[in-house]
């Protein structure tokens, strides 16, 4: 459509071709995913040489995997022989070598080449050793590879902020979660839900810290569970837990979104404070808190079980909730197919029961069996369809625009329902995409 970027996004409205153009999501894939970090996975996901997972960096087929010393190497899934990809499956072992089944071309677990087979029929070309394309016969790596407490980030760019920059004040995120482990390291549990949603990849993110649609979307679901639970009560018992996760969408009201406030960094990343029911008195939140009494002392265990945040967004592929131990990494696939996965973790060192706790929060909330997911997929879906109509030009943000606290650098909404965090992933669209 060709549309003048710089006059898509303003300060409070979203043109929306910026969700359904397939030119600016070229764009993107080019500006944005090829040059931030993206997140490949946990350490905990290959835990020995050889423990590969295949991932999707931008547009780029890549994976994660663990060399014979002990680091990590995260290359392009593409043998450079005549370009098969390497791995079929999603995760495995390769085992001391990569070995490509088109013609058997082997390389170490770090990408480097170990042997061309036949290799006689090379002598005397480019590709002989100390030829001209010798440098070809190894597997292409990532620009950059780091990881932050565990979790592993690659960057197609050579150039930019490290990761631990990029992260900012967001990496409390990781910090989080992982503080909350009497271990101080959290362990991945072995997989994932992976859904496709039919819209743009935006429309996800923007949902994640929507502190507005929750008592909407979400109250039918939330009154399901409430009425068990009441039932349930009166019956002499109690729900589990986990059935007040789903309640709490219907028994919070607006005014209590409000009283949260989100915290809106650059780079697009924003934290939505606040939760509910983190810390129960039943005998599984005691025990728990025993252990990481043991493990740090009283008043270290106050600080990091007081840190109060309900969702950490780390624009533009990654949404976390670090009481919970869930994360969400979004690979956008095309401009109106994007891939989820969801993931949850296990606190090192902390009682089954907190475990069980993440898990049942993974199942009732994040995962695609869920009705919470589920009303949040249909509304992407008739988002996307309806930006793709001529029912009108422009996206709103305008909600509270222009109310919100700026101090160093950082947007404080003045209300939880403020499209704070929406203006600020546009900010940070807006400079990835060059179009200021
Ligand atoms: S394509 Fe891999 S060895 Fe030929
Ligand atoms: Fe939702």
């Not at 945040?309 to 994007?338: C, E, F, M, N, W």
Request: aromatic share 10%; proline share 5%; charged share 25%.
């Amino acid at each position: 459509m060709g549309m003048d970027l710089r006059q898509a996004v303003e300060a409070d409205r979203v043109h929306r071709h910026v969700y359904t153009d397939p030119g600016i999501f070229e764009q993107e894939m080019d500006r944005i995913f090829h040059r931030v970090w993206t997140y490949v996975g946990h350490e905990s996901q290959v835990r020995k040489p050889g423990d590969y997972w295949t991932v999707q960096v931008g547009r780029q087929p890549m994976i994660m995997i663990r060399h014979r010393d002990g680091t990590i190497h995260v290359l392009h899934n593409r043998c450079p022989h005549r370009g098969a990809m390497l791995f079929g499956n999603r995760s495995g072992n390769a085992g001391p070598t990569i070995t490509c089944s088109y013609h058997a071309w082997q390389f170490d677990t770090d990408g480097a080449c170990r042997m061309v087979p036949l290799s006689k029929g090379y002598d005397g070309t480019r590709l002989a050793p100390g030829g001209a394309d010798c440098h070809l016969r190894d597997m292409k790596r990532a620009a950059r590879v780091e990881s932050y407490r565990g979790f592993v980030f690659a960057n197609l760019a050579a150039d930019g902020p490290s990761l631990r920059e990029w992260l900012g004040d967001a990496r409390i995120a990781f910090d989080d979660m992982c503080d909350r482990a009497p271990a101080g390291e959290v362990e991945i549990v072995p997989n994932c839900f992976r859904v496709i949603q039919n819209s743009n990849w935006k429309i996800f993110l923007e949902n994640q810290l929507d502190a507005l649609h929750p008592a909407v979307t979400h109250e039918s679901t939330g009154k399901a569970a409430f009425d068990v639970e009441e039932e349930m009560k009166k019956r002499g018992g109690h729900a589990p837990l986990s059935y007040h996760y789903m309640s709490a969408f219907y028994t919070t009201p607006i005014a209590k979104w409000d009283q949260f406030q989100t915290l809106n960094y650059p780079h697009g990343h924003c934290i939505l404070t606040g939760y509910m029911g983190l810390r129960p008195r039943d005998p599984d939140t005691l025990a728990y808190e025993e252990a990481m009494k043991q493990a740090y002392g009283e008043k270290r265990m106050e600080e990091i079980l007081g840190v109060n945040i309900h969702h950490v967004l780390l624009y533009p592929g990654l949404s976390v909730q670090s009481p919970l131990q869930q994360l969400r990494a979004v690979r956008p696939l095309g401009v109106d197919k994007t891939l989820t996965e969801i993931w949850h973790f296990r606190l090192k060192g902390a009682p089954e029961a907190m475990y069980r706790r993440a898990l049942g929060y993974y199942n009732l909330v994040n995962s695609p069996a869920t009705l919470i997911n589920a009303d949040d997929l249909w509304n992407f879906w008739k988002i996307h369809q309806g930006l793709a109509s001529d029912g009108g030009e422009w996206v709103s943000f305008h909600r509270n625009a222009g109310q919100d606290l700026e101090e160093g650098g950082v947007v404080t909404s003045c209300i939880g329902t403020s499209e704070a965090p929406m203006r600020n992933q546009f900010r940070a669209w807006v400079d990835y995409m060059g179009a200021r």
